[in-house]
T-cell receptor, first 114, second 114 residues
């Protein structure tokens, strides 16, 4: 079946440290890939996306590259801030048909210490 | 422009009761999806509507139902509430079905069943 696997958290980093959150997927067809972020008490915000192989999504210093050969979409940021503390979800959406819903990973909680 | 609006934000119900949650999508968006978020199961897809038609349904019992109105607003209903239905219910909208470009989420309705 279709699924998303993310690294287990929580991840605790010091401010200005480098961040990597691993995400791999299993999917039939050609999925679009997303990273969503959830701040405490809030809904999900789209952080970045990529719709085809080798695309790089980027936003607010975060980046992720769609790697078809390794079925991965790892999230990276060169220098995290305290304000980046949140839960990060990797997700996929299949191309059209009856499966337009998002399939999410379990989420990775990030805590950034000053 | 206004985002996805979910009402109410918080709700407390008694086991056995029923509940209706509301979602107003971004103006112009015709697709509305619903998700249940719990600590144990994570984010799970409930159903998706486009132009008043249910296009896709997740693996939930028949107690969970939804509908979409001609103005694209959507409601979901849960009958005969169980303690395990306590969750954050998130609504997401998009301007097309099976959107490859990402969905915009509301802040959610926090349902507590006692």
């Amino acid at each position: 079946g279709n699924s998303v696997t993310q690294m287990e958290g929580p991840v605790t980093l010091s401010e200005e440290a480098f961040l990597t959150i691993n995400c791999t997927y299993t999917a039939t067809g050609y999925p679009s890939l997303f990273w969503y972020v959830q701040y405490p008490g809030e809904g999900l915000q789209l952080l970045l996306k990529a719709t085809k192989a080798d695309d790089k999504g980027s936003n607010k210093g975060f980046e992720a590259t769609y790697r078809k050969e390794t079925t991965s979409f790892h999230l990276e940021k060169g220098s995290v801030q305290v304000s980046d503390s949140a839960v990060y979800f990797c997700a996929l959406s299949l191309n059209g048909g009856s499966q337009g819903n998002l399939i999410f990973g379990k989420g990775t909680k990030l805590s950034v210490k000053p | 422009k206004a985002g996805v609006t979910q009402t109410p934000r918080y709700l407390i119900k008694t086991r056995g009761q029923q509940v209706t949650l509301s979602c107003s999508p971004i103006s112009g968006h015709r697709s509305v999806s619903w998700y249940q978020q719990t600590p144990g199961q994570g984010l799970q897809f409930l159903f998706e509507y486009f132009s008043e038609t249910q296009r896709n349904k997740g693996n939930f019992p028949g107690r969970f139902s939804g509908r979409q109105f001609s103005n694209s607003r959507s409601e979901m209903n849960v009958s005969t509430l169980e303690l395990g239905d306590s969750a954050l219910y998130l609504c997401a909208s998009s301007n097309k079905p099976s959107d490859r470009w990402g969905y915009t989420f509301g802040s959610g309705t926090r349902l507590t069943v006692v």
